[in-house]
């Protein structure tokens, strides 16, 4: 049985894409998974804007987007882990989550050096999932 969480990560488009790379590794091979931390390795990520088919509209896109859809994701980690990634411009970084059976993504922002959501509000749902990093 799988648990599918949806997730949209943004940068800068200045951004050094090794940062990206990162944190794709850190999601394949060393990301905890939900109610099984000693198990690691959740999905990863892909970019959509290397692929301007996908987007509608007449134009490429301008923004650097990846997406991927991660299995058991333990959504306290990775978001902590996004917090934690030293983007060149962290206030221009936004990771956007939508785990199952929420219906809508949450978006996280780094302010002040920590991840916060923004998006719905941080009291949006009553799981455990719900994470805004200290």
């Known amino acids: 049985m799988s648990w599918v969480a949806n997730i949209l990560l943004s940068v800068d488009v200045r951004e050094d894409s090794a ?53 058991h994701a333990d959504i306290r980690a990775v978001v902590q882990r996004f917090g934690a990634t030293r983007w060149r411009i962290p206030d221009l970084a936004q990771l956007m989550i939508m785990d199952q059976e929420q219906g809508a993504f949450r978006i996280w922002m780094i302010r002040d050096g920590n991840a916060r959501q923004y998006l719905p509000l941080p009291d949006f749902g009553a799981d455990d999932q719900g994470v805004n990093t200290p």
């Open 19 to 71: 940062l990206v790379h990162e944190f794709d590794q850190w999601l394949q091979t060393q990301a905890p998974r939900r109610n099984q931390p000693h198990v690691h390795g959740v999905g990863s990520l892909r970019a959509l804007h290397d692929t301007p088919e996908a987007w509608g509209g007449q134009k490429h896109p301008e923004a650097l987007v990846w997406a991927g859809v991660l299995n």
